[in-house]
């Protein structure tokens, strides 16, 4: 059995990173970003009006107002889309709308309510005083060509797909999607949504896998319930050996008499790195690797396997894209804690602000068994082994789960 900090540097070790691919911009949600994405214009492109209204110049507005309005000469148009190349002189307006290019020689914009409206007459009556630069978004002025958009690792999500469009990226470079394999072993195992046997149980691991894989920007490739039987377990994992970059098992895994995950891992030629941690739940945990792929083989209960994947599989699956959205916090307890001598000892908890103070406490229910115990959790709250207890007040690492949020 090994310290969960030795596990961990061993898997460091076998880390590797995924090639990246092009994508439909629209198709990029939940990707990550495998390279800067600049600017290639400066925005705005061009100076353009930020109200619908006309363009002047500013110094043949001097002394206007609603009692005293300006007559101005009305020569033409620019529109969105449709920019006028007409030059403004001395006395000249023209009708110019919100987004469309400024006309040379115009310095402002006097919104539309302003003045006596817009129409096809030669005359205009400015009722306001312009600014020089009123209502004009200006070149560059957000931000410049060649300049850093999007930094590369940067998960994408609607304000990068929408500034990406901006800029008139039709597709982006990001790192591919995990390849992964999941499965689940036990003859007791059935599929929800089915009538279930005495002596049977819901298979609720390969759904809580399938989500977090998902979750985590990877792509379940293949997906199985197999009975306890060495032959099946064989077929499966000789082809998810091939095809996959991660092979993630739940049970199966430990010292049972038709525990025979392990067996086959190895008969199959998967080096195995360590099979047993020291941590609480989840003590068999099977790390290997293949050819090109890293094996994971996680304990069967439902809370070793979900809170084995959040610990072990999850961080190492943000690694492979080139993100990490796993966040760790000190929280200051609110409730004792069960410390385990040599084991390091994981529990699924709740993390809250309250004036000032992250505080923190773990689930009730602590049996590696009781899922619900998941239910009301936002994090999973980490404890180092000791002979001490950790009690109210003591301060212990809060692992956040990334799509909760804190109240
Ligand atoms: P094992 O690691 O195979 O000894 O399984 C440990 C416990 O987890 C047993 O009670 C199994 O019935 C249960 N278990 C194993 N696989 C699953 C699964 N896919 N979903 C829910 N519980 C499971
Ligand atoms: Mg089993």
């Known amino acids: 059995m090994i310290s969960v900090k030795e596990a961990k540097s061993i898997i460091q070790g076998q880390i590797f990173h995924l090639d990246s691919e092009v994508v439909p911009l629209d198709k990029s949600r939940g990707r990550i970003l495998h390279e800067d994405v600049l600017a290639k214009f400066p925005s705005p492109r061009f100076n353009n009006s930020a109200m619908d209204g006309f363009a002047v110049r500013s110094s043949d507005t001097i002394g206007a107002s609603k009692d005293n309005p300006i007559t101005l000469n009305n020569i033409g148009i620019s529109s969105a889309g449709v920019p006028s190349d007409l030059v403004l002189n001395e006395g000249d307006c ?3 709308m919100t987004g469309a290019k400024i006309p040379s020689g115009s310095d402002a914009v006097i919104m539309v309510e302003d003045t006596d409206g817009f129409s096809d007459n030669d005359n205009v009556q400015v009722m306001i005083e312009a600014q020089p630069g009123k209502h004009i978004r200006l070149k560059g002025e957000e931000i410049n060509k060649g300049d850093i958009l999007i930094s590369k690792r940067t998960l994408i999500t609607a304000s990068e797909i929408g500034v990406c469009a901006t800029f008139g990226y039709g597709e982006l470079n990001v790192s591919k999607k995990p390849r992964i ?6 003859n007791e195992l059935v599929e929800p949504g089915n009538s279930i046997k005495e002596g049977e149980i819901y298979n609720s691991n390969l759904y809580v896998f399938s989500d977090l894989v998902g979750n985590a920007g990877g792509e379940v490739l293949m997906q199985d319930v197999l009975k306890d039987n060495k ?8 082809e998810a050996l091939e095809s996959c970059d991660v092979v993630i098992s739940s049970g199966g895994v430990s010292m049972g008499r038709f525990d025979y995950v392990r067996d086959v891992f190895i008969e199959l030629g998967v080096k195995e790195h360590f099979w047993k941690v020291a941590q609480k739940p989840g003590r068999p945990l099977f790390f290997g690797t293949g050819n090109k792929t890293l094996i994971f083989g996680l304990p069967g209960n439902p809370v070793s396997s979900y809170i084995g994947f959040m610990v072990w599989v999850w961080p190492i699956l943000n690694e492979m894209v080139g993100t990490d959205t796993l966040n760790s916090i000190q ?42 115990s998941s239910l009301d959790a936002n994090c999973i709250l980490g404890a180092e082994p000791s002979d001490k207890k950790l009690n109210p007040g003591d301060s ?8 909760k949020t804190i109240e």
């Open 94 to 96: 023209i009708q110019c």
């Open 181 to 186: 394999a999941i499965f689940g072993t036990g």
């Open 231 to 238: 032959a099946y377990l064989k077929s499966f994992l000789s």
């Open 331 to 372: 929280g200051e307890l609110t409730e004792s804690f069960p410390v385990e001598n040599i084991k390091y000892r994981y529990l699924f908890g709740k993390v809250w602000t309250e004036n000032g103070k992250v505080l923190c406490k773990p689930s009730k229910k602590i049996g590696s068994h009781m899922l619900t």
């Open 396 to 403: 212990i690492l809060v692992n956040l789960l990334p799509w």
